[in-house]
């Protein structure tokens, strides 16, 4: 009996190599999408995160009468127990005042007791919050960080900022702090004369170290914060309205010429109640082509007037939180005018679609 020897044929080395390459265009073809969805989870995390933070703000405004102040003092530095605004570098900040409305109550507690107490926020001393409980530095607060920002740089890092309001930030008087969440004054819902759906309660910042995106002139880059003590004596306005667009453009072209760095990392500290920290201003349009600049000394604490814009790792734009609650992703491209018109509670003047 004869067997049928059957033929068995390989792929040629053509043939692989076609193979090869088909998989290799199907991968760059859904690599992309698949960075996409990434992104846009990422996204709806940020968003999320600030929607509780909206939240904690509402309760926290119906338990106490008002808003935190953006910079919130021990009684060392004159204010009573258990706190009053100020500006001082040794300020707790707004987010440090909510965390018992944020499902942080024994950190609430710490930042309480240490204001009673004057335990500063700061780590310079030994009259130091961070000296008597160290878990301030090392809990994370997951709320508090975008996930689109990748920078893990320490566990008391933070992506959310409260708006000041459209004016260069400390020491520009109570009339020129226009925002909601200001540097010496509390504020209330019905002081916010524009509406509620109309002024911004918060956004994002991109957190950055020293050599962050050194020279890339990306967001990284651009969210250190610059040294230039006399640019903002220029004799340009404090506040919007009467500072103008010309006015930001010429400090901001001043700051970009600057070389200089302060030391002081973006976003570090949540429970520090400062511009670059957890507070920015309007003045700058979200991810804006200008860096972050300080008009104090070099080297200090971010508690003198400044450009602190919105920052975000999310391309085309930064999630914002209204006063109503309401989160709104804004274009980088947004007017410069309706951004200042965003960023005051009482100008009004009506704002339109953006």
């Not at 390989?10 to 073809?29: D, S």
């Not at 994370?140 to 320490?154: A, E, L, V, W």
């Not at 972050?292 to 080297?299: A, D, E, K, R, V």
Request: aromatic letters at 8%.
């Amino acid at each position: 009996m004869t067997l049928s020897k059957r033929n068995s044929r390989g792929f040629t080395l053509v043939e692989l190599l076609v193979v090869i390459a088909i998989i290799g265009v199907l991968v760059g073809l859904l690599l992309p999408a698949v960075q996409a969805a990434r992104e846009a989870a990422r996204r709806s995390t940020c968003i999320n995160n600030l929607k509780q933070f909206g939240l904690a703000a509402q309760n926290y405004h119906d338990v106490q009468g008002k808003f935190p102040s953006a910079a919130n003092s021990t009684p060392l530095e004159g204010g009573t127990i258990p706190h009053s605004p100020t500006g001082n570098w040794r300020s707790f900040s707004a987010h440090a005042l909510m965390l018992p409305y944020m499902e942080q109550q024994r950190l609430g507690d710490i930042v309480m007791q240490s204001i009673k107490l004057n335990l500063r926020g700061d780590s310079d001393g030994t009259n130091a919050m961070e000296g008597a409980f160290p878990e301030v530095t090392t809990t994370k607060i997951g709320s508090f960080r975008c996930p689109s920002d990748g920078d893990n740089f320490g566990a008391n890092y933070n992506n959310y900022a409260v708006c000041a309001g459209a004016n260069k930030g400390w020491w520009g008087g109570a009339a020129n702090q226009n925002g909601v969440i200001t540097q010496g004054i509390y504020v209330t819902m019905a002081d916010v004369t524009d509406g509620t759906a109309n002024t911004l309660l918060a956004s994002e910042l991109v957190t950055a170290q020293a050599a962050s995106g050194a020279g890339s002139k990306n967001q990284k880059d651009l969210s250190r914060v610059r040294e230039g003590a006399g640019i903002g004596s220029n004799g340009a306005p404090e506040a919007w309205p009467t500072i103008t667009a010309v006015d930001v453009a010429s400090m901001g072209a001043a700051c970009a010429a600057l070389t200089g760095i302060n030391g002081n990392p973006v976003g570090e500290r949540w429970y520090k109640g400062q511009l670059g920290r957890t507070v920015f201003n309007t003045l700058l349009t979200p991810n804006s082509t200008y860096p972050n600049c300080t008009f104090h000394c070099g080297g200090c604490n971010y508690d003198g007037r400044g450009l602190h814009g919105a920052r975000s790792m999310h391309s085309g734009g930064v999630a914002t939180l209204m006063v109503d609650g309401a989160t709104r992703f804004v274009s980088s491209e947004i007017d410069w005018t309706t951004w200042q018109r965003l960023g005051s509670r009482n100008d009004g003047i009506p704002v339109g679609d953006f």
